[in-house]
């Protein structure tokens, strides 16, 4: 029989996961402290450890991770879903990294991969690692498809493959070619940035590749283009989608070739950059209808990472506008929050500039509060009208968020939420939980909720 190790803080988690895993026929022991936990693994060996990262302890879920890699599988949990974390997690040795609130079955498939591989490779061993660096947070969000991202970004950032990332304008693409760039070995290299929708053929050519002396007019000296600039480094191709058809020959030899040939120039250069292209249009649909070429497609596409967009992410949303809101305040030397109605109203709203219109909209709050207190009457003009009054009445988000309440309180509210959208139905309520039906009654049972009907 299998043997797991849980490691939570939270009492009533290490249950959760221990019946979880008692319903795969895993046998579970669970610490609450690093040092517990240590001893415990020290007594019996396990298959498989399953550890919070934020423990009320001098240790947190890393430390453990470091102390236990080398005997079995580690897999971290938290309740804050972040790129720091996913990164790194990753490279001190992580099998994987879910975020909280999860999924029963996304709990149970990541434990059966990572037993699975215990079966074919005995103790597990760290991944490769490199030395960890105090990283910014470029992105924020705890959405299932942001903590996706995170791990691809760190499963995909050391290597050299070529990345197309994919979403709405305003979602944060140069965000991620920035963050794939700083968790890469060429974070000490060079990160250049440059619009192909913002420049003509020609412009875009002699931009990327240079240009000899005398190649057109005005060509005074011999010009080093921007993908000789990003030697060792990262080249970012924003809105790669909007090149002609000319232009996407010269960019398809240069990435098949790793060479470039500046504009005059009668030989080549060899040139060491990794390409990351973002767009927002769907490159299927050009390829299809003739627009973008097929094999450049194909080049581009070794990775995929998409983007989603705000609305769909709403949950988000309150995470990110008090990042932005700190950021704000903090430039302008004052100490500001969100009232409950203002998170309410912002969360309600459709961002069709996305993550870029929702940080306007903080920004332009900030400028407006008054008394340390942004106030629904601070927001922009847009985020007053009547649709979007009613929409944050209606949304279930107002209750959800509308105050910053622990996360149990958060599984409550959500909990009641459900049962009544169900009509109390028990099995449907489980269902769309992602639970089984003997854990909603004890979830049911810690929030003293009564279940009335089937």
């Known amino acids: 029989m299998k043997r797991i190790l849980v490691v939570d803080d939270d009492k009533a988690s290490c249950e959760l996961l221990s019946e979880i895993f008692a319903e795969q026929n895993w046998q579970t022991a669970t610490a609450q402290t690093p040092r517990q936990a240590r001893e415990l693994a020290a007594a019996t060996p396990f298959d498989l450890v399953v550890s919070d990262i934020n423990l009320e302890a001098d240790e947190t879920g890393l430390d453990l991770l470091r102390a236990l890699r080398e005997t079995a ?26 975020s909280k609130p999860f999924k029963v079955a996304e709990v149970v498939e990541t434990a059966r991969r990572a037993l699975h591989r215990r079966g074919l490779e005995g103790a597990a061993e760290p991944e490769a690692r490199g030395q960890h660096d105090d990283i910014e947070a470029f992105i924020v969000g705890r959405a ?46 060079v990160f250049v940035a440059v619009n192909c929708g913002a420049l003509t053929e020609s412009l875009l050519e002699a931009e990327l590749f240079g240009a000899m002396k005398g190649a057109y007019t005005g060509a005074n000296v011999d010009r080093k283009g921007l993908w000789e600039e990003a030697e060792g480094g990262t080249l970012f191709l924003d809105e790669i989608g909007e090149t002609s058809p000319a232009m996407q020959v010269k960019l ?25 292209a973002a767009t927002n249009r769907n490159l299927e649909t050009e390829v299809k209808e003739g627009r973008f070429r097929e094999d450049l497609f194909y080049r581009l596409s070794v990775v995929t990472l998409h983007m989603p967009p ?86 279930p988000l107002t209750e959800l968020y509308s105050d910053l309440v622990p996360l149990e309180e958060i599984e409550r509210r959500y909990l009641l939420y459900v049962l009544e959208a169900t009509g109390g139905n028990r099995s449907r309520t489980a269902e769309i939980m992602g639970i089984d039906r003997r854990t909603l009654y004890r979830m049911a049972e810690r929030f003293g909720i009564k279940l009335e009907h089937e």
């Open 144 to 189: 299932p498809a942001m903590v996706e991202l995170y791990k691809e970004i760190a499963r995909v950032a050391p290597s050299r493959a070529t990345v197309l990332v994919t979403g709405e304008s305003g979602t944060g693409k140069e965000l991620v070619a920035r963050s794939l760039h700083k968790h890469s070995p060429r974070e000490h290299r």
């Open 310 to 395: 705000l609305r769909e992410r709403r949950g988000d949303i309150p995470l990110l506008a008090e990042k932005f809101l700190q950021r704000a305040a903090a430039e302008g030397g004052q100490r500001l929050r969100l009232t409950d109605d203002t998170l309410a109203r912002l969360a309600a709203y459709d961002y069709h500039g996305n993550v870029r219109e929702l940080q306007a909209a903080i920004e332009y709050a900030a400028l407006h509060a008054r008394d340390g207190e942004v106030t629904v009457d601070d927001l922009p003009a847009r985020l007053q009208s009547e649709e979007v009054r009613a929409a944050a009445k209606r949304s």
């Open 252 to 276: 398809l030899r240069a990435l098949q070739e790793g060479e470039i040939r500046p504009v005059g120039a009668s030989r080549t250069k060899h040139v060491d950059a990794r390409i990351v």
């Open 73 to 98: 599988p580690v897999i971290l949990v938290t309740g804050f879903g972040s790129l720091e974390r996913a990164v790194e997690a990753t490279r001190e040795g992580a099998y994987d990294f879910i």
